[in-house]
């Protein structure tokens, strides 16, 4: 090994964060809990096993992701309900907050928009933290399964991984085929897949789902949103990402609209004032 005699020097300078984020908006929680104690039920989704549905949450809703009846993670894709094009981007969301999310955090949008699609405003596993192995929860990491990488790691053919699960829904909320719709598809928040990377190695690791039923994750649409939620075919996902073994359970999607008047201080992020020009 070629180590150079400056190795420790270099391996001790000290990191400095990408993206101070002093300077973004912040979200008005106090408003947000305010607005969420008078709001109603509107609507629900339940997600089946090993399959996906999609769901509506008009601008200035909460919507829930509820744990309903045993351990099961589920991996999100929201999108710009009136333009496909913006949806969620889990790389900035990831640079602007952290590798996990919780409450307070936002999912912010692709180029050219980057603005807040949603803002967590409610986490029960919250007090997971990060365990002896550098896991925690909600992740903005991993990519989704799908059938691209078993077929690479393990051959076959697989339907149920969460990419085909999200392109099934989308196509049938679209009345496309799935081959129109996939490229829709777009990496996810794993809601309740506890996650890290391996000190060792490096590599992405995935351990059981702290969740149990009752357990929730809420966010507040900041924008009309669409939203397409997969139950992990891995369950817990204590074992393997795409599996007819393991054990399954359905993932409740709740709507709720505050009263009128609630959020009368709040106005609808814009999308990002970037020009455009890109020096030209």
Request: hydrophobic residues 35%; proline residues 8%; aromatic residues 8%.
């Amino acid at each position: 090994m070629n180590t150079p005699p400056d190795a420790e020097a270099r391996r001790a300078v000290k990191p400095v964060i990408c993206y101070p984020v002093e300077s973004l908006p912040q979200p008005d929680m106090a408003l947000y809990v305010t607005a969420r104690e008078t709001a109603r039920k509107i609507d629900e989704v339940l997600a089946p096993p090993r399959d996906a549905r999609t769901f509506s949450v008009p601008a200035g809703h909460f919507f829930r992701i509820t744990s309903v009846e045993g351990p099961q993670v589920g991996d999100l894709n929201l999108w710009n309900a009136g333009d496909l094009s913006e949806r969620f981007y889990s790389g900035k969301t990831r640079a602007l907050h952290a590798t996990h999310v919780s409450t307070g955090a936002r999912l912010w949008s692709s180029f050219p928009a980057l603005r807040p699609m949603a803002t967590i405003t409610g986490d029960t596993l919250d007090w997971y933290g990060k365990d002896e192995f550098g896991g925690s929860v909600h992740d903005v990491i991993g990519t989704r399964c799908d059938p691209y990488t078993h077929n690479l790691l393990k051959g076959g053919q697989y339907h149920h991984c969460c990419h085909s699960n999200l392109t099934r829904a989308l196509a049938a909320h679209l009345g496309v085929p799935p081959v129109e719709a996939e490229p829709h598809v777009h990496d996810v928040l794993n809601v309740f897949m506890c996650t890290g990377f391996t000190r060792d190695t490096g590599q992405y690791f995935m351990k059981a789902s702290p969740v149990r039923p009752g357990d929730y994750l809420e966010m507040f649409a900041e924008i009309d949103l669409l939203g397409a939620l997969s139950t992990c075919p891995g369950g817990d996902c204590s074992a393997e990402h795409s599996s007819d073994s393991a054990a399954c359970h359905p993932l409740l999607v709740e709507v709720f609209a505050p009263e009128k008047g609630a959020l009368s201080s709040w106005t609808p992020p814009l999308r990002n004032g970037y020009d455009r020009s890109h020096g030209s």
